[in-house]
């Protein structure tokens, strides 16, 4: 049978990719509920799942059977409809994003009955997919406040309420960090951000340090992680907005919490860290490195992204809600606008500016690290003296 | 099928939230409807190849102002609206403040489409010209020690480019004006809000 070139490029091309990419984040999902619980049972000192599989690494499967198999229950005053909705709702946003991210450069390969086929490894590369991004991960939101809502129990209600707040908060801060970004690569368009730094010969978290800081922290936020799991705070709120959720409905909460994650370190990786390019692009000394395929630099650098977030919930203590609303609007917001306005000056240099910042920045950044780490050397040397008979006597 | 479908499917959805909004008896379920509504004008500048305005209108309605609407919606306790009854007082006024805009902006519909019959001018299927937009502007160069413009037509390819041209070029005024009147209006929630927390103090 002969397939014709636009039923190919419009129609399965898009379909097949569509499908590996929702497969292979759900499965991602689980392999990463997996590496957290063992890296953070590393950072406590203690063992964590370690009899499923070699080393508990098939723990996660057991567990989704599990949860497929788990009784629902549904609270009898909720809302039927809406507290069967919610967790649709969040999953699907956040798989949806996955449309636009550039996991790697185009790719020709053989197709036995068809023949070559050259392709983005991106499902599309929309001209405003920052923007798309942006918009679908805002209709997240939506599934973790109607399933507090629709539970129809107080402890839901307040951690649907608390995750409105924080989620509109820090969406101020990530949309600027994200506006200096466009203002250095002059696009939209996610691919065309990636190609911009190489032609810069500049990863953007150089002239963007702050910026990135910024995007993280309120991308951390924006994920309901830990140290910003306000609206699942336990202590406070039994689970918060997934109190009354059980079985497969639940895990599609933690489904759409991981994807929405990876969400977060793939933007971070593709605006800030140059996406698919190979560490130090221009760099020819290293052009070995062009030996492994982009994508799997992409993927690396997710995968660093991750280790930060379980990091994180392994050092931080939780934020009171009031600390968390001042750290947005009296913190980040204010800097994020300064960062706007420094990288806006820089712009106008076109990329000597952008380089001449980036020096500047990183400068700076290093002394800090340099002054902060001797002085606190310096205290705990002092503090770690050995006490003189002298000294115990007065 | 094709775009028509898929046109009236949007159409369809921005229609039954539309009425969902007045029809429910829940206030979080009119909040929904609206939000559905909101995702099918959307979809319906998506397929008139404004994906700038598809993307700002689902992260602005969507995103910021309906997450913010159904927060106050949960909490002010409104379980007391629900049981008053479907016909009110004011269905009279209402009815007719609808049929009003109903005629005006049918009325323009109506009309515009006319003009367009008759200057023969029907083509509203070129979408990849609604991505564009053509830009003329002066170009002045020193031609014998003089200062001569000359006007240079260029095309713009790319919605947000072209959304950006519209909105801070050919009408910077209107944008400045409502751009102050919304900080005016910002400040004055600003001010009513903190005299109320004085009051609680």
């Known amino acids: 049978m002969e397939i014709s070139p636009s039923l190919l490029n419009n129609v399965l091309i898009p379909i097949v990719k569509a499908l590996v990419i929702v497969n292979v984040m759900a499965v991602m999902s689980g392999v990463l509920t997996i590496i957290e619980r ?296 204010p800097l994020a606008l300064v960062n706007l306005v420094v990288i806006a000056i820089a712009a106008l240099g076109g990329t000597r500016g952008l380089q001449i910042l980036a020096w500047i920045l990183c400068g700076g950044f290093a002394l800090a690290v340099v002054v902060v780490t001797r002085t606190r050397s310096r205290k705990a040397a002092r503090a770690a003296r050995p006490v003189t008979p002298v000294e115990v006597r007065a | 099928m094709g775009e028509p479908f898929i046109f009236w499917l949007f159409a369809a959805i921005v229609t039954v939230g539309a009425v969902g909004v007045v029809a429910m008896r829940q206030p979080v379920h009119s909040a929904i409807c609206l939000l559905l509504s909101f995702l099918g004008v959307a979809g319906l500048f998506v397929l008139a190849q404004a994906e700038f305005l598809a993307a700002v209108q689902i992260l602005v309605y969507a995103g910021g102002i309906m997450v913010l609407f159904l927060f106050t919606i949960m909490l002010v306790n409104v379980k007391r609206a629900a049981g008053q009854p479907y016909v009110h007082t004011q269905a009279g006024a209402g009815l007719l403040a609808g049929f009003l805009l109903l005629a005006i902006v049918g009325g323009t519909v109506v009309a515009s489409s006319r003009v367009r019959g008759l200057s023969g001018a029907g083509d509203l299927a070129d979408p990849a010209r609604l991505a564009t937009t053509s830009i003329t502007r002066d170009v002045t160069r020193v031609v014998d020690g003089k200062n001569v413009s000359t006007p240079v037509t260029e095309i713009v390819i790319g919605n947000s480019q072209a959304v950006a041209w519209g909105l801070y070029r050919d009408y910077l005024l209107p944008f400045e004006v409502a751009s102050v009147f919304l900080l005016v209006a910002m400040i004055g929630a600003v001010v009513l809000g903190k005299r109320t927390m004085e009051r609680v103090d």
């Open chain 1, 38 to 333: 063992r890296s953070l049972a590393f950072l406590q000192v203690r063992k964590g799942p370690n009899r499923v599989g070699w080393e508990g690494s098939l723990q996660w499967v057991a567990d989704t059977v599990k949860l497929l198999f788990k009784e629902d229950v549904v609270p009898e005053k909720a809302e039927h409809l809406i507290h069967y909705l919610a967790p649709v709702l969040v999953v699907v946003p956040a798989l949806t994003v996955f449309a636009v991210i550039p996991w790697g450069p185009e790719m020709t390969f053989r197709v036995p009955g068809i023949g070559k086929i050259t392709t983005g490894a991106y499902a599309t590369d929309l001209n405003v997919g920052l923007l798309f991004i942006l918009a679908v991960t805002s209709i997240g939101i939506y599934g973790i406040i109607l399933a507090g809502w629709a539970s129809n129990s107080k402890y839901a209600l307040l951690g649907g309420l608390r995750s409105a707040a924080q989620l509109i908060s820090y969406e101020v801060p990530m949309g600027f960090a994200v506006v200096s970004v466009i203002l250095m690569s002059r696009s939209l368009s996610l691919v065309e951000i990636i190609e911009a730094q190489r032609r810069m010969h500049l990863w953007f978290v150089f002239p963007g340090l702050l910026a990135f800081f910024l995007y993280f922290l309120s991308g951390v936020a924006e994920t309901n992680r830990v140290p910003f799991d306000l609206p699942e705070a336990e202590s406070e709120l039994v689970a918060g907005f997934h109190t009354e959720y059980s079985g497969i409905k639940w895990s599609f909460f933690f489904l759409g919490e991981y994807a929405n994650m990876v969400t977060v370190s793939a933007i971070a990786t593709t605006l800030f860290f140059g996406g698919w390019l190979r560490p130090f692009p221009n760099v020819a000394a290293l052009s070995f490195l062009d030996l492994i395929p982009g994508i799997v630099w992409f993927l690396a650098k997710i995968f660093v992204f991750m280790l930060v977030y379980i990091w994180f919930r392994g050092t931080f203590p939780r934020y009171r809600f009031d600390q968390l609303m001042d750290l947005g609007w009296k913190t980040l917001i």
